[in-house]
Every structure is written in structure tokens, then in C-alpha cells.
């Protein structure tokens, strides 16, 4: 997500830190870089040029920050800038003030709107609220069946009608979810054109019958410019209160995300950052401006760390740390909890300083496969007391794992450092040291 921006700022910047003072020429030199890097990012021209007419004025009226060189002054400002045109803060979804809220699901087909309503429907349901949704889609074929299963992956119920009046389905759904006392429901409405005046009724009347909370509009990131005018259409007609951004792991550029609020007014609510149930993130502006320029995003990392990592095992290792027992069994433990955060590219990313160290680089998940599979072919005794482990146990293990010797003795001195290290921490005053992530 946004890498190719993030690559052509940092670079522009670069340029910037080379300079002892802030001047109106190599301001201007700076900017026209961070220009071209937002046209190419496919950033709508207006929003472009608005943006950096706005950073200019602020660079050139400023003197620079003590302790801040010429390109941190103009990174600084580039950041605040970010963060207004991205909307300048988290949009929560709405909640009714007597159950249930209703959340409307509108967009394109192919948009991934049935998806967007199961990862929605998940989310929702962590929090402890009964989801239902709502199977209104009566044009696609198989569509309710295909949202059916959806809602069975992440353990939430459907409500199905086989009649092709979409507004009656999805006022039926509505009074359903009343009666049988559910917190949220979700209308999974047709894909359809914006510009199909027809089909642009039918959401019209929905709206007008069922009055939902939440009008959000699913758009394909990947279309840059393109999800941006559906935005605008859409909006004319209905009104939205917020769009979803899906696919935006395979999106490199992120022109849609830094064009939408500017351009339609909608603040993005979420984006979705590939294809698992929980693969779905909330738009944090200052958050999102940071990761464009390579800064990372911590809040981001502890709140996935905090859905998988069970605090009483985490308060558990910290103590094995601290008495430096900690063991082969421990890492692997450890290893497993940050493969469900996601790949570990994105994790890194989110480490301050890391992600525009990434750049060019490739970061191969499958190694921690090989890893896991290694410890996996150890005794347990093996994996407490890795110093046991002889020649002979090495050939067996690596024949166990399919791995090489090679790369049994590599993982065997890694961890040796490990401990090293967690040792030195242990004199320095390990006894106030804590696990807040899964490392």
C-alpha cells in the first residue's frame, strides 16, 4: 500500500536534507518532485496542485525547528498536510441510539461488496453486538447463496427471501433484526452501474423505506482516478456517509485514498488489505500519512498484536525473559502469533525507519515456514535445551523439517545471539521489561 508514492517522496526529501537552509528556490525544487510523485500516485490534478500551493505557503513562512534540518522541516509539514487531505481524523461507523443500526453496503459490481459485508460483519461481532445481514441482492446469480456462506465463515446469520423486490427484502430484514432483537444489519445490496438510473432508484427507495444509518460505498482502490468519480456519482444520488477502499494491498500507488475526502466530501471508514475475514483496517488519517511517508504506523501494529496475543502468556514470556529461560518452544510460540497478524512486509512496514528500508527488498514469509518446521522436528527436550543438540540430532532434524544442515546451524546461532542479547537487557534492568507484541 502506497509504496511507489512512498519511494518517489523519499527521494524528493532526499534532495531537501542535503540543504543547510530553507529557501524559496530549493522549496520550490523540492516541491515540483513531491508534485509528480502525487500525479503518478494517480492523485486528482486539483488535489495536487491545492496540496502543494498549501505546503509551499507554510514552508516558505516558517523558519525552521531547532533540531530540524531543511528536509525534516518540509516532512513535517508535508505530513500535516497529508493528514488534513486524508481527512484529518477517524470517521467512526455510526451506532443508532435504539437498536438496530443499519448499515447500506452500494457500489459497482466486482467492487467486493458481499466480501466487505462478512469482514464488516466479523468486526462488528468481536465487539459483542448480534450481526444480521441481509441478502438483497436479486440479479446476481447465486449472490444470496454466495453471502449465505460468507455469513456462515465468520459465524453470523443471513437473512434470505427468494422474491425479487429488493426493497421489500430488505425492509423484511430490517423488521426481522427488530424483533428478534439484533444490534447491527448489514443490506447487501446489487452491484450497479451509476449511471443505470433504473437500479439507482431501487437504493433511492431503500434509503427512503429502510433509513439506514450507514450509506457506505465499496470502491476497487486499484482504479485510482475511476473510484473517485463513482464516488462522486454515487454521492449525488444518495448521499453517502462513508466509502470502503478494498484491494488496497495490491494498490502501490494510493490515489484513490488521497483524492476521495478532497474531492467528494466522503471520508473513507475502512480499507481492505487482502481477501481473510479480518483483513480489514479503520482509516486513520495521521496514521495512514505516516506509513506514505515511511514513518511506520505503531498504533496500528499494537492493535493487531493485542488481537492475537493473549495478555496472560504475554505477562508469562516477559517473566521468562527477565529470568532468561526463554526457549526454542517460546520463539516458536512467538513466531506463530505474528504470522496472524498478517504477512510479515506489512508488519515491518509498520516499524518506524523500517518501511523505507524495504524498498527493492524481498521479504520471504515462506523462511519462518522453514523455521517453524525446524523446531517442529525437535525433541521437546531439544527445544528447552537447544544445547544438546549434537551432529547427529542436527542431520535428523533437518531430514525431519526438509530443510538443510546448514540452515539448522543458522537458526541454532540466531537464537544464541537472542539470548545473548536478552541477557545483557537482563543486567541493564530487565525486572520493569514487558511484551507488549509477539517478538
Same mark, same amino acid.
Given at each position: 500500500?502506497?509504496?511507489?508514492?512512498?519511494?518517489?517522496?523519499?527521494?524528493?526529501?532526499?534532495?531537501?536534507?542535503? $540543504?543547510?537552509?530553507?529557501?524559496?528556490?530549493?522549496?520550490?525544487?523540492?516541491? $515540483?518532485?513531491?508534485?509528480?510523485?502525487?500525479?503518478?500516485?494517480?492523485?486528482?490534478?486539483?488535489?495536487?496542485?491545492?496540496?502543494?500551493? *498549501? @505546503?509551499?505557503?507554510?514552508?516558505?513562512?516558517?523558519?525552521?525547528?531547532?533540531?530540524?534540518?531543511?528536509?525534516?522541516?518540509?516532512?513535517?509539514?508535508?505530513?500535516? &498536510?497529508?493528514?488534513?487531505?486524508?481527512?484529518?481524523?477517524?470517521?467512526?461507523?455510526?451506532?443508532?441510539?435504539?437498536?438496530?443500526?443499519?448499515?447500506? @453496503?452500494?457500489?459497482?459490481?466486482?467492487?467486493?461488496?458481499?466480501?466487505?459485508?462478512?469482514?464488516?460483519?466479523?468486526?462488528?461481532?468481536?465487539?459483542?453486538?448480534?450481526?444480521?445481514?441481509? #441478502?438483497?441482492?436479486?440479479?446476481?446469480? %447465486?449472490?444470496?447463496?454466495?453471502?449465505?456462506?460468507?455469513?456462515?465463515?465468520?459465524?453470523?446469520?443471513?437473512?434470505?427471501?427468494?422474491?425479487?423486490?429488493? !426493497?421489500?427484502?430488505?425492509? #423484511?430484514?430490517?423488521?426481522?433484526?427488530?424483533?428478534?432483537?439484533?444490534?447491527?444489519?448489514?443490506?447487501?445490496?446489487?452491484?450497479?452501474?451509476?449511471?443505470?438510473?433504473?437500479?439507482?432508484?431501487?437504493?433511492?427507495?431503500?434509503?427512503?423505506? !429502510?433509513?439506514?444509518?450507514?450509506?457506505?460505498?465499496?470502491?476497487?482502490?486499484?482504479?485510482?482516478?475511476?473510484?473517485?468519480?463513482?464516488?462522486?456519482?454515487?454521492?449525488?444520488?444518495?448521499?453517502?456517509?462513508?466509502?470502503?477502499?478494498?484491494?488496497?494491498?495490491?494498490?502501490? $500507488?494510493?490515489?484513490?485514498?488521497?483524492?476521495?475526502?478532497?474531492?467528494?466530501?466522503?471520508?473513507?471508514?475502512?480499507?481492505?488489505?487482502?481477501?481473510?475475514?479480518?483483513?480489514?483496517?479503520?482509516?486513520?488519517?495521521?496514521?495512514? %500519512?505516516?506509513?506514505?511517508?515511511?514513518?511506520?504506523?505503531?498504533?496500528?501494529?499494537?492493535?493487531?498484536?493485542? &488481537?492475537?496475543?493473549?495478555?496472560?502468556? %504475554?505477562?508469562?514470556?516477559?517473566?521468562?525473559?527477565?529470568?532468561?529461560?526463554?526457549?526454542?518452544?517460546?520463539?516458536?510460540?512467538?513466531?506463530?502469533?505474528?504470522?496472524?497478524?498478517?504477512?510479515?512486509?506489512?508488519?515491518?512496514?509498520?516499524?518506524?525507519?523500517?518501511?523505507?528500508?524495504?524498498?527493492?527488498?524481498?521479504?520471504?514469509?515462506?523462511?519462518?515456514?522453514?523455521?517453524?518446521?525446524?523446531?517442529?522436528?525437535?525433541?521437546?527436550?531439544?527445544?528447552?535445551?537447544?544445547?544438546?543438540?549434537?551432529?547427529?540430532?542436527?542431520?535428523?532434524? #533437518?531430514?525431519?523439517?526438509?530443510?538443510?544442515?546448514?540452515?539448522?546451524?543458522?537458526?541454532?546461532?540466531?537464537? *544464541?545471539?537472542?539470548?545473548?542479547?536478552?541477557?545483557?537487557?537482563?543486567?541493564?534492568?530487565?525486572?520493569?521489561?514487558?511484551?507488549?507484541?509477539?517478538?
Amino acid at each position: 500500500m502506497f509504496e511507489d508514492l512512498s519511494q518517489k517522496l523519499e527521494g524528493a526529501f532526499k534532495k531537501l536534507r542535503g $540543504r543547510g537552509v530553507l529557501t524559496p528556490e530549493n522549496i520550490k525544487e523540492g516541491l $515540483r518532485e513531491v508534485r509528480r510523485a502525487l500525479l503518478e500516485a494517480d492523485v486528482n490534478f486539483k488535489v495536487a496542485k491545492d496540496f502543494i500551493k *498549501r @505546503v509551499e505557503e507554510k514552508a516558505s513562512g516558517q523558519e525552521v525547528l531547532k533540531g530540524l534540518n531543511p528536509g525534516q522541516q518540509v516532512v513535517k509539514i508535508v505530513h500535516e &498536510e497529508l493528514v488534513g487531505l486524508l481527512g484529518g481524523e477517524l470517521v467512526p461507523l455510526a451506532k443508532a441510539d435504539s437498536p438496530p443500526t443499519v448499515l447500506m @453496503v452500494v457500489g459497482l459490481q466486482g467492487a467486493g461488496k458481499t466480501t466487505l459485508c462478512g469482514k464488516l460483519a466479523q468486526r462488528i461481532k468481536k465487539s459483542g453486538r448480534r450481526v444480521l445481514l441481509v #441478502a438483497a441482492d436479486v440479479y446476481r446469480p %447465486a449472490a444470496m447463496d454466495q453471502l449465505k456462506v460468507v455469513g456462515e465463515g465468520v459465524g453470523v446469520e443471513v437473512f434470505i427471501q427468494r422474491i425479487d423486490d429488493a !426493497v421489500k427484502i430488505c425492509r #423484511a430484514g430490517v423488521e426481522e433484526a427488530n424483533n428478534r432483537g439484533f444490534d447491527v444489519v448489514i443490506l447487501d445490496t446489487a452491484g450497479r452501474l451509476h449511471i443505470d438510473d433504473e437500479l439507482m432508484g431501487e437504493l433511492q427507495q431503500i434509503e427512503s423505506d !429502510v433509513k439506514p444509518h450507514e450509506t457506505l460505498l465499496v470502491v476497487d482502490g486499484l482504479t485510482g482516478q475511476d473510484a473517485v468519480n463513482v464516488a462522486e456519482s454515487f454521492n449525488e444520488k444518495l448521499g453517502l456517509t462513508g466509502a470502503v477502499l478494498t484491494k488496497m494491498d495490491g494498490d502501490a $500507488r494510493g490515489g484513490a485514498a488521497l483524492s476521495m475526502r478532497h474531492v467528494t466530501g466522503v471520508p473513507i471508514k475502512f480499507v481492505g488489505v487482502g481477501e481473510k475475514s479480518d483483513a480489514l483496517e479503520e482509516f486513520h488519517p495521521d496514521r495512514m %500519512a505516516s506509513r506514505i511517508l515511511g514513518m511506520g504506523d505503531v498504533l496500528t501494529l499494537v492493535e493487531k498484536a493485542q &488481537e492475537v496475543v493473549d495478555q496472560d502468556e %504475554a505477562m508469562k514470556m516477559a517473566e521468562k525473559l527477565r529470568k532468561q529461560q526463554f526457549s526454542l518452544e517460546d520463539f516458536l510460540t512467538q513466531m506463530q502469533q505474528i504470522k496472524k497478524m498478517g504477512p510479515l512486509e506489512d508488519i515491518l512496514k509498520m516499524i518506524p525507519g523500517v518501511g523505507n528500508k524495504l524498498s527493492g527488498m524481498s521479504i520471504d514469509d515462506k523462511a519462518m515456514g522453514r523455521i517453524e518446521a525446524i523446531i517442529q522436528s525437535m525433541t521437546r527436550g531439544e527445544r528447552e535445551t537447544p544445547t544438546i543438540i549434537n551432529g547427529s540430532r542436527r542431520k535428523r532434524i #533437518a531430514r525431519g523439517s526438509g530443510t538443510s544442515i546448514q540452515e539448522v546451524n543458522q537458526l541454532l546461532k540466531q537464537f *544464541r545471539d537472542a539470548q545473548k542479547m536478552m541477557k545483557m537487557l537482563g543486567k541493564r534492568g530487565g525486572k520493569g521489561m514487558k511484551l507488549p507484541l509477539p517478538f
